[in-house]
């Protein structure tokens, strides 16, 4: 019984699939893959036989070759068994070479899949093509990305030619493992939309590989299970040469009938299933939402019917971020092989890019009909103490009526009542347990709690210019934890009321806050406050009204110095010249705030008005870009305050890894100022278009970047900080987003991502007031409204995690903002519980380790960035 309770609570298998990353061999030159598990239709001679078909290797006669020369019509294929279900990206191909002895290949070949042996299928790309080219040669591989990827135990390939000709294959895979387990889906087809004004858009699953009959797809997978992930707008697309809509499988409301759309999934074994994550379009302006609600119901078994208890799941639907998302749907822990969902309209269309499960290892069935369901969800909103309680009072109470059902029976009767007592001393010792540990829990939690953190303040030339800054940081310690992402659980709508917080979590409205101390920008008179001064108990508040003011005028972000007045600015502070107006040309706009705005422009002329010692390169007189902040005509005083202190602060910059203010145009209005910008655009982009350097790469001409390059970003980034820390200057967005990088891969510092419609999921809004970079905050600035050079050492570390995965995930990609917001407060707890961002898998261990100090709880465990320069300087050199 212990056992059985234990196996209940384990973690979940990973169920999300990158065909960026999974790429990797999977045994055919390593001998993974083993010989009995590689046959053939024919072989030309025992050493040409079919275990010999490994690239780079020249055993036997180096290859396999099918019986005779190979005519047009011939079907010989090699067949191999990759014992579990497999995504399969990429496949790489070679003749036999025999070191200089043979000069045998395939110039063409078809592959055929199977999941279970049985059915087999004919892979074709996107445009309906099957015919793959292959080898020039008998030596040199040739790589091929398979578009789209392949879901599948078994594979063969197929030689194909157009005269006679003998052939022979060497042949590698890459590719990963297909941890959803899912074998087939069967849905409506996908339909077509038509309006006015747009182009027809096509949301049908065109590379469904099961069967389409009375517009229905049965037995199959398609664009639902192949990792590409759908954008904002549905009708752009991620791949060449394909129709608008392409990415998405969407259908109408009113030509269903029900209002719902009914799916069913079919898996390879039985699974406990934890959760489905289902990546909808939420554009509403084209009346296109995510589902309202979703109802599933699970089978056991292929041949029995759909269990009655059903889990339901009612989304909170989203009218101002337009944004495609992942909406994430608990399943409990329901055990089935086969499930069936309902997902109902929430407006005229619904349209789906990826469905993908967590499920866990260990499959741990139902003992009754109701007990692993019901129990759950009736308690599904208690403490883990109630959930076992109940569970065990569930289990108690079945086996008594089980009993009590076999007293006729007197032999079954006595032993009915030796394993009856023998379960409910189980469960009071284990009752007795779990008690015993709460209570030790809460004597821990009682126990006094500091802020381990100190701050002083230092003056610039102003006497208003006072900002915080830290101590120097202690010797750090490391501390690695990864807790599951169960303790964080789904929270209701009302989390998002700020005020809501301190319900959640209960420490927080133990202090009070009093004038002059404790968070957002250091007053004149902060030297007047000890730390926690400000705090009736040692306990941080959520800060609120301090972090309103975090976006600036333009939709910028603003370094976190105290106000300037119009009074108190006068042209002394403004170090650049006043540029021609019209001699800017406008040629996109890049984003927006409440009064301003951020375009791209050319600046004719720029590098001569600058003259000697400017920053920009040769353009032999043409156009140079630019970005141009402006304040637009209806803004109000303050803003116009705040436009001209952000000109005063960023005048003062000049350091190569931090974007400069070149010139200004505040003669007249509207006021504008103009900074630097890179051809490259910014890293986040950059990045998320390439993969890391390989041979795959080189043969593909794919767009790459090498370690090296990784390593030499993330000290420029490094050093640019550390100038601002220097100044005192606390950046408080600091992400991939907000760097800029040119052809040479000089990374410049900016701070207008928060103006960009493009990243506005990046960024949680307060009730329509603030928006915040939360996934990239540290708790303190979050919990306590503190911005400082420690906040910006963890947004460094969440930055250096972007550029080590590619930015092909948003950090916390399973948390949603609320929950992320939640773990905050973990960290402030201290209990161990807290969720950290796990390694990426192109990260070196030693960088990890610096990334888990980023993130230390105590401030003074963090390192400074000169250590952290220092530390990337040497890693680099290595």
């Avoid at 170090?575 to 422009?601: D, I, M, N, T, Y």
């Amino acid at each position: 019984m212990l056992f059985f309770l234990l196996l209940v609570f384990q973690g979940d298998a990973l169920a999300q699939i990158d065909p960026a990353h999974c790429r990797y061999p999977l045994g055919m030159e390593d001998g993974r893959i083993k010989d009995d598990d590689i046959t053939a239709s024919s072989q030309w001679y025992d050493t040409t036989g079919p275990q010999y078909a490994r690239m780079n290797r020249e055993e036997g006669d180096g290859a396999w070759c099918p019986a005779g020369p190979l005519e047009p019509t011939d079907v010989q294929f090699l067949q191999l068994d990759l014992r579990q279900l497999t995504f399969l990206t990429v496949i790489g191909t070679q003749g036999r070479h025999a070191h200089g002895a043979g000069n045998e290949f395939a110039r063409m070949y078809r592959l055929d899949y199977s999941r279970d042996g049985v059915v087999w299928i004919s892979w074709k790309n996107r445009l309906g093509i099957k015919v793959i080219e292959a080898n020039e040669n008998a030596y040199a591989s040739v790589i091929k990305d398979l578009h789209p990827p392949i879901i599948t135990r078994y594979l063969r390939l197929i030689p194909v030619t157009k005269v006679p000709a003998t052939v022979c294959m060497r042949v590698e895979l890459y590719g990963c493992l297909w941890h959803d387990g899912l074998t087939a889906y069967s849905s409506p087809e996908g339909q077509m939309m038509t309006a006015p004004g747009y182009p027809i858009a096509h949301l049908n699953d065109s590379t469904y590989d099961g069967y389409h009959k009375r517009r229905k797809l049965s037995e199959g997978l398609g664009q639902l299970t192949d990792g590409v992930i759908g954008q904002d707008d549905f009708l752009l697309t991620r791949q060449y040469h394909v129709w608008p809509g392409y990415d998405y499988v969407g259908w109408r409301n009113e030509s269903l009938g029900p209002g719902f759309v009914e799916m069913e999934f079919v898996f390879d074994r039985p699974r406990n299933f934890t959760s489905m994550k289902v990546h909808c379009n939420n554009m509403f302006t084209r009346g296109v939402k995510i589902f309202s609600a979703v109802s599933c119901s699970f089978k056991p078994r292929l041949v029995a019917d759909w269990e009655p208890q059903t889990v339901e799941f009612r989304t909170v639907l989203d009218d101002r971020n337009p944004s495609a998302r992942y909406v994430t749907v608990p399943l409990n822990r329901r055990a089935a092989k086969a499930l069936q969902c309902r997902f109902f309209f929430a407006d005229t269309w619904m349209m789906f890019s990826e469905i993908a499960f967590q499920s866990a290892d260990t499959v741990i069935p139902n003992l009754l009909p109701s007990l692993m369901t019901t129990s759950f969800l009736k308690v599904e909103n208690s403490t883990p103490t109630q959930r076992m309680a109940e569970l065990f009072t569930s289990t108690s109470s079945s086996v008594t009526t089980q009993a009590n059902t076999d007293t006729s029976d007197d032999v079954n009767t006595s032993i009915l009542i030796g394993c009856l007592v023998t379960i409910i001393l189980l469960l009071v010792v284990i009752i007795f347990l779990i008690l015993w540990c709460q209570y030790v829990c809460k004597v821990l939690e009682k126990a006094p709690r500091r802020i381990l953190e100190e701050e002083v303040t230092v003056r610039l030339s102003s006497s208003s210019d006072t900002i915080i800054l830290n101590t120097p940081s202690v010797p750090p310690r490391v501390s690695q934890m990864d807790p599951p992402y169960e303790r964080v659980f789904l929270l209701d709508p009302q989390y998002q009321d700020p005020s809501m917080l301190r319900s959640k979590l209960p420490e927080l409205s133990e202090g009070t806050r009093t004038s002059g101390c404790g968070g957002g920008y250091a007053e004149p008179d902060v030297t007047q406050c000890t730390p926690h001064q400000g705090f009736h108990s040692s306990v941080p508040h959520y800060a609120e009204t301090d972090i309103i003011s975090l976006q600036g005028v333009t939709g910028s972000n603003m370094y976190a110095v105290p106000a300037v007045t119009v009074d108190s600015l006068t042209r002394k502070d403004i170090s650049v010249a006043e540029f021609p107006r019209h001699r800017l040309v406008f040629r996109e706009k890049l984003g927006e705030g409440q009064f301003g705005e951020v375009h791209l422009c050319e600046a004719e002329g720029l590098p001569e008005f600058l003259g000697e010692g400017s920053p920009l390169p040769e353009r032999d007189g043409k156009p140079v870009l630019v970005a141009v902040k402006q304040l637009r005509a209806d803004a109000t005083s303050n803003a116009r305050n705040d436009f001209l202190k952000e000109i005063k602060i960023m005048s003062r910059l000049n350091d190569p890894n931090i974007i400069q203010l070149l010139c200004v145009c505040v003669s007249s209005d509207p006021l504008c100022m103009v900074t630097e910008y890179m051809e490259n655009g910014d890293l986040n982009m950059f990045l998320s278009q390439r993969e890391i350097e390989s041979t795959l790469t080189h043969a593909n001409n794919i767009p790459s970047v090498s370690m090296s390059d990784l390593q030499h970003m993330s000290v420029q980034i490094s050093s640019g900080m550390r100038y601002l820390a220097s100044l005192n200057f606390v950046h408080r967005d600091l992400a991939t987003r907000n760097c800029l990088l040119d052809r040479r891969l000089t990374i410049k510092i900016a701070d207008f991502g928060m103006s960009r419609n493009l990243y506005s999921s990046d960024y949680y809004r307060i009730q329509g007031r603030a928006v915040l970079p939360i996934r990239w905050m540290a708790w303190e600035s979050i919990l306590l409204g503190k911005f400082t050079t420690a906040s910006d050492v963890w947004a460094f570390g969440v930055t250096l995690w972007e550029i080590f995965t590619l930015c092909k995930e948003q950090p916390y990609s399973l948390l949603s903002d609320e929950q992320v917001i939640e773990n905050t407060g973990e960290f402030f707890r201290n209990q161990g519980r807290q969720i950290f961002l796990s390694a990426p898998p192109l990260c070196p261990p030693s960088l990890f380790e610096l990334m888990m100090r980023c993130w230390s709880r105590d401030i003074r465990d963090r390192p400074t960035f000169d250590h952290i320069r220092e530390a990337l300087r040497l890693h680099t050199a290595q």
